[in-house]
Every structure is written in C-alpha cells, then in structure tokens.
T-cell receptor
Framework: NAGVTQTPKFQVLKTGQSMTLQCAQD?????MYWYRQDPGMGLRLIYY???????DKGEVPNGYNVSRLNKREFSLRLESAAPSQTSVYFC????????????FGSGTRLTVV | DQQVKQNSPSLSVQEGRISILNCDYT??????FLWYKKYPAEGPTFLIS?????DKNEDGRFTVFLNKSAKHLSLHIVPSQPGDSAVYFC?????????????FGQGTILTVHP
C-alpha cells in the first residue's frame, strides 16, 4: 500500500545543474500535483496534471518543467537549478474533483548551493 | 497575493486544553475548505473539511467552524494531546473548477505540552 512515492528524498545540487524529481502513485488517481514548501510561504502549487496527457501551470512554475509520463507517474524537472529553488517538494495525487482525497508523498528536500 | 492566510506561525497549549487554529481567506469564490496535518519528514495528511453551505463540521476531537461573512475559518481541537503536535495547514478550493487545485495557507506549528 505505497500511495505516493517520491524519489529521491534528499538532493544537493550546484547552481546550474539539472535534475528530475520522480513521483509515482498506485491509487489509480487521475490528477497529480507538484507543490513546494518554504518557511512562511506554506505550500505553493508549481504544476498540476488534471489527467494523463495534460499539464498546467500553477502559482510558481518558473524554472520548472513537468512530464505526465503515464497515469501513474508525474515528474518535475529543474533544467538549471538556482539557490531560490532550495525547498521541500511534495507530489500529491487525487481522484478528479476529490478535494479531500489528496494523498501526498513524503517529500524531497532539495538544496541548491 | 496570499489568498489563504494563517497569521499565527505557532501555537503552544497544555495537554487537555483546547487548541484553536485560525485561517483567513480573501477569495470569495472559495467554497470548500480543508485542514491538513503534517508531521516532520512526512507529507501532509487530510484532517477535516467543510463546505461553504455549512458553518460547522465535527469529527471526534476536531471541529472546523466557517464564518463566510468574515471569510474566516478555525479548527478546534478538544482535548489537545501531545500527539497533535504538528504543522497544520488550512486550504481552500472552488468546487467544480480546475480539477481540485488547493490553495494552502502558510501553516501553524502546534505544540502540545504534557
């Protein structure tokens, strides 16, 4: 009963490096989301995918790209990491329109130096 | 433009007492509100929710109150227990739009002392 799995759990990048954060869910949910959590800012939506094959920008999309590879997987890519992208990243999924059904992964703590 | 605000970064209460966490919102289109709880090194988990057609929803020790005219909601925990110590996020959404996107507040760290 894995739910939402995020990899890696921790990562340190140098400014300018690229990386992809992976997310997979096994609940047959249609919608998936990427949030970042920063002190004093709460959780802010980066990108979301309402269903397989669609992606849309959230509140803070600059510097990120996403891919909804299939119904299970939704990846977040940083093409050229910046110190401002130091954060904790959470992936979540939900059945379409199921507001209380958000299931979050345990997060990826990313540090950009 | 923070549409959902939790103005108290932290709250400390004694075990057995009531904990009251507050949340304000500015977008009058929001019509569904939720509270999530987060422990360190874990993702947030759903706690309780309320639709804008109600002004109160109860689930065991947890009660959420909604005051639409004031655009304010609160979470009451009675009695508080040390295991309730966590970060609490309120969140809001507009039913029927944008596939369940939630807007979160900044979070309030609750510490319950034995």
């Amino acid at each position: 009963n894995a739910g939402v799995t995020q990899t890696p759990k921790f990562q340190v990048l140098k400014t300018g490096q690229s990386m992809t954060l992976q997310c997979a869910q096994d609940m047959n949910h249609n919608s998936m989301y990427w949030y970042r959590q920063d002190p004093g800012m709460g959780l802010r939506l980066i990108y979301y995918s309402a269903s397989e094959g669609t992606t849309d920008k959230g509140e803070v999309p600059n510097g990120y790209n996403v891919s909804r590879l299939n119904k299970r997987e939704f990846s977040l890519r940083l093409e050229s990491a910046a110190p401002s992208q130091t954060s904790v990243y959470f992936c979540a999924s939900s059945a379409t329109g199921d507001f209380y059904g958000y299931t979050f992964g345990s997060g990826t703590r990313l540090t950009v130096v | 433009d923070q549409q959902v605000k939790q103005n108290s970064p932290s709250l400390s209460v004694q075990e057995g007492r009531i904990s009251i966490l507050n949340c304000d919102y500015t977008n009058s289109m929001f019509d569904y509100f939720l509270w999530y709880k987060k422990y360190p090194a874990e993702g947030p988990t759903f706690l309780i929710s309320i639709s804008s057609i109600k002004d109160k929803n109860e689930d065991g020790r947890f009660t959420v109150f909604l005051n639409k005219s004031a655009k304010h909601l609160s979470l009451h925990i009675v009695p508080s227990q040390p295991g309730d110590s966590a970060v609490y996020f309120c969140a809001a959404s507009v039913v029927g739009t944008s596939y369940g996107k939630l807007t979160f507040g900044q979070g309030t760290i609750l510490t319950v002392h034995p």
